[in-house]
């Protein structure tokens, strides 16, 4: 082997472009011939050493080891073009059935074997079912996407999936740890973050049709009945001030990051937590005025049914947060039912008598007590639960405690040299804490003595104790249209939204919804929606699993599934060749246990043998 310079120039440009190839020769019967290996691009190395990096690379395809000391830059040159080589020879066409079943027989030398390129492919196997069993790959040829992209918003999708980052990780995974490319025939050796972007950009520009073609194939794969919507919102934050986003604006942060700029995320749902429609809004969106969009882009986009097939009207469950007057008739005018947390106490509480409450649900870690007032046109649901009244006495003995040490601090600075004393000083920063714990200052009571505007002495009392009771007691309204459920139903339906927050969870734990380093408004926007594609590809993974009784959480399975490996595995035969095995671990227990219950079969990829 050797390594031959190419110098061309591209007609009417005086630049000269230069690259190498690894170039063989051999005999033929009409005499020496020559033939191109491998590429190498431009290599960065003198001419007096191609002749030692050729050896090397020869050496290390056949098994031989150098008893000399090697530069280490042109030992790592030759691994790397070695692995390229063996990996060119091993992707062919595999053998016929009757071959690969034929017994062969090799006599190898034992202290030779050696195993490299392992890569994992269990996860992305079973990313790679869900997404063709939704019938991403065929849509997106419809949608004119080349082959090539199409492999690449595989990648992006179930990258998100199986090793969620940002693109520059996705191309790393791809190419130093993932089988995905031979899952998906392809190759991602030279593979670049350009390309990732702009299979970004191209998904968001097919949002629409896309998230049409995952609702209306989702309904007919799962009988998904639509009854119910799901309806809630939740943020992200930026890494960077994000300056070009328009959408990137300060706000309530839902992880308390409020030094930095948000992206707020609209998502709707059915009950079995397959998303319907996902709309991305800015940092600092008024969260009431989301839903009149969202339910004309609900009926435009995904044609979900306001009445479905037994004549019942389509209830629509939000919280506290969005069901505002005006949205609950709203709702009502386009034809739907609801179901909502009050977002104050919409009847007397006199009305509510707890000696003959029902209980509506019990187990060894709590129970509910409810009880039912009909209205015109709407039931009330009075709900007291026990163990979220034992959560809320925590946050209230927690609050109470946080309050008082800091009205503690204020009182003892009267008595410290360069405390404040100054009385008007003293009522601004008590000010300031009752605004900071407003959930439970206001049932203090707090006086300031004071003589020639000093402040001398500061008292508190916590007075409303029955108030603070009622507040931290674990009770709730909902609010219903739905008079024909009586409350172990509309309980029951209210609780589904706990089906939104496990939506939410996933994003942000299982898929890195956040935080966002894009600081352009369409590359931020399409990562919010390829995590939405592959939170389709998970819950389309776990609504299979739960049908076979299987209730472990992606991340879990994930990691169990990351041990079924492809590898290389290299041996020397007696007569001095060399052979390689491209070839799957053997599954384990686990790894069987999950490609039965979404129907796969153990061996997705063959095995490949090549000599050299």
């Known amino acids: 082997m050797f390594i031959r310079e190419i110098k061309k120039k591209n007609p009417g440009y005086d630049k000269e472009f230069i690259t190498h190839r690894l170039v063989e020769s051999y005999r033929t019967e009409k005499g020496p011939r020559q033939r191109t290996i491998l590429n190498l691009g431009k290599l960065d190395l003198p001419k007096e050493q191609w002749k030692l990096l050729a050896d090397r690379i020869e050496a290390e395809i056949t098994g031989q080891q150098s008893f000399y000391p090697v530069d280490k830059h042109i030992e790592k040159l030759a691994v790397h073009y070695a692995h390229l080589i063996i990996q060119k020879r091993l992707i062919r066409p595999e053998s016929e059935e009757g071959e690969k079943e034929k017994p062969q027989y090799e006599t190898v030398n034992l202290n030779s074997l050696t195993n490299t390129k392992s890569r994992s492919f269990g996860a992305e196997y079973v990313g790679l079912a869900a997404f063709k069993m939704l019938g991403l790959d065929t849509l997106f040829s419809q949608l004119g996407f080349t082959e090539k992209q199409g492999a ?10 199986v090793r969620p980052g940002s693109e520059q990780r996705t191309r790393r995974w791809a190419q130093k740890l993932s089988a995905l490319d031979e899952l998906l025939n392809t190759d991602f050796t030279h593979l670049g973050n350009n390309a990732l972007y702009r299979i970004s950009d191209l998904l968001l520009t097919h949002k629409e049709r896309i998230e049409k073609h995952l609702a209306n194939r989702e309904k007919d794969l799962f009988s998904l009945q639509e009854n119910i919507i799901l309806y809630d919102l939740t943020n992200t934050y930026f890494e960077g001030r ?37 709309k991305i809004f800015q940092g600092n969106i008024s969260e009431p005025g989301t839903l009149k969009n969202i339910i004309k882009e609900l009926e435009q986009n995904t044609q979900v049914a306001k009445i479905n097939k037994s004549g019942t009207k389509a209830t629509v469950v939000m ?51 409810a009880q039912l007032i009909k209205k015109e046109g709407e039931h009330i649901l009075y709900c007291k639960s026990f163990l979220k009244a034992k959560k809320e006495q925590s946050m209230k003995r927690r609050f109470q405690q946080r309050f008082e040490d800091a009205l503690k601090q204020v009182a003892d600075s009267l008595g410290k040299k360069g ?10 920063r008590i000010g300031r804490l009752q605004q900071k714990y407003a959930s439970i200052a206001q049932y203090y009571e707090i006086a300031v003595q004071h003589k020639d505007q000093t402040a001398t002495r500061i008292e508190w009392k916590f ?32 609780t589904m939204l706990t089906n939104v927050e496990d939506a939410f969870r996933s994003l942000k734990s299982e898929l890195n919804l956040r935080p966002v380093f894009h600081q352009k408004e369409d590359r931020s926007d399409a990562h919010l929606f390829i995590t939405v594609l592959a939170y389709h590809l998970l819950n389309t993974i776990q609504t299979q699993l739960r049908q076979h009784d299987i209730h472990m959480q992606w991340w879990n399975i994930r990691e169990h599934l990351s041990s079924h490996v492809r590898i290389t595995t290299s041996m020397t035969t ?25 129907h796969l079969n153990y061996y997705p990829l063959g095995q490949r043998r090549t000599e050299t």
């Open 242 to 278: 994000a300056k070009s986003n328009r959408k990137a604006k300060y706000g309530r942060s839902k992880e308390k990051r409020y030094d930095c700029p948000l992206l707020t995320l609209g998502l709707v749902i059915d009950e079995m937590g397959f998303p319907k429609l996902s």
């Open 463 to 494: 007075v409303k104790q029955e108030k603070a009771e009622q507040r931290f007691s674990g009770a709730y309204f909902l609010r219903t249209s739905r008079t024909d459920l009586d409350e172990t139903a509309i309980w029951s339906l209210y």
């Open 419 to 428: 405390g404040t004393k100054k009385y008007d000083k003293v009522l601004k």
């Open 319 to 369: 919280d506290a947060g969005i069901a505002v007057e005006d949205n609950l008739t709203l709702l009502k005018a386009e034809g739907y039912d609801y179901i909502v947390v009050a977002r104050n106490k919409p009847v007397d509480m006199s009305e509510i008598n707890h000696d003959d409450l029902l209980t509506i649900k019990k187990d060894k870690t709590n129970k509910v007590e």
């Open 152 to 161: 690449l918003a595989a990648l992006s999708i179930i990258g998100k999936l």
């Open 574 to 598: 007696k007569d001095g060749r060399r052979i390689h095995i491209r070839q799957s671990s053997a599954p384990e227990s686990f790894h069987r246990i999950i490609y039965d219950a979404v």
